[in-house]
């Protein structure tokens, strides 16, 4: 029985691989959004969040007229399924308010300031302080960059069901909508489902060394035992090696979002390219950096579009 398993069981992986695999996504559609004129864009991180409060449809202008090609902004859903623009679980951090994002209303979500907490000394007065910015619906950012013909670079982080819906809705009323956007997200069956009901946008996998076990600096996360983080930095390892080895072609997708400081290290641009999948680096702020990655014609995410010294490296 045993020997019977053995030999039924890989069979079984293969088989069910190559029925669910997705078929490779063409890397032309992907270059037309991620290049003008041949040259790699530029993607204001949160709307370029430095510079104007994250993911606002000030921070799209700001970006715009400081710029920048495109913009990476976060898609969020109320209570009551609307898609908005908001990164973190919880409206603490950015707004005049607490509470999960999932809780709100949007008649009441709308009702949020979030330019509340933005810092508008560190522009030097390149931007307008606004009392009152709310966070926007997510089909109006996007109307706005393809009015400014801005590239989208949609982060989700949940909610498969609502982004697909979402997307196909867009497809009918937009229908030139997939020459501007582009879908990343860390989850892969996030990226599966979008890769397979809404082919016509671009998709790619979000990726990091050290993912599960470790924050961007390589410090453990706050609170987690030894035995945790070493937990953590076996799965970080094995999924590592999906990444490369299977995973990215079983997807279908046909670019790579990865942390600079992999690719830096490892310069395995190539490696991707080599295999019909662009690479996007984030999060550059580093001047020299970003200058690196653009002689390479590598995308860049960026929280300053107009490469301020006093932005700080992401934590």
Not at 26 to 39: A, C, G, M, P, V
Not at 167 to 194: A, C, G, N, R
Request: hydrophobic residues 40%; neutral net charge.
């Amino acid at each position: 029985m045993f020997i019977l398993a053995v030999i039924l069981l890989p069979v079984i992986a293969i088989l069910s691989y190559n029925h669910f695999k997705l078929p490779k996504q063409s890397i032309e559609q992907t270059k037309k959004i991620l290049f003008r004129n041949n040259k790699a864009i530029i993607i204001g991180h949160r709307g370029g969040q430095f510079e104007a409060p994250e993911n606002t449809l000030i921070a799209i202008k700001t970006a715009y007229k400081n710029g920048g090609t495109a913009v990476e902004i976060d898609v969020d859903f109320t209570k009551d399924g609307v898609p908005i623009l908001h990164h973190d679980d919880e409206v603490d951090r950015v707004t005049n308010s607490t509470g999960l994002v999932k809780e709100f209303m949007w008649n009441d979500l709308k009702k949020l300031n979030a330019a509340s907490k933005f810092n508008y000394t560190i522009t030097k007065g390149l931007i307008e302080s606004v009392e009152f910015e709310g966070i926007p619906l997510l089909i109006d950012a996007i109307k706005l960059c393809m009015k400014y013909k801005l590239s989208i670079n949609l982060d989700i982080k949940s909610n498969a069901s609502g982004i697909t819906n979402f997307l196909k809705d867009l497809l009918l009323k937009e229908p030139q909508s997939p020459d501007f956007i582009f879908v990343t997200s860390f989850m892969p069956h996030i990226v599966y489902k979008v890769r397979k009901e809404c082919s016509q946008f671009g998709t790619g996998l979000i990726w990091r060394p050290h993912l599960l076990s470790r924050k961007m600096n390589g410090e453990p996360y706050d609170n987690q035992s030894i035995y945790l983080t070493l937990l953590y930095d076996i799965l970080d390892y094995l999924y590592m090696w999906s990444v490369h080895l299977w995973l990215v072609d079983f997807l279908g997708v046909s670019l790579m979002s990865i942390n600079k400081n992999y690719l830096i290290e490892n310069g395995n641009i190539e490696y991707w390219r080599n295999q019909g999948i662009e690479v996007i680096v984030w999060t550059v702020n580093n001047v020299e950096e970003k200058k690196i990655f653009l002689s390479k014609n590598v995308p860049v995410i960026t929280d300053s579009l107009l490469n301020s010294e006093y932005c700080p490296e992401p934590i």
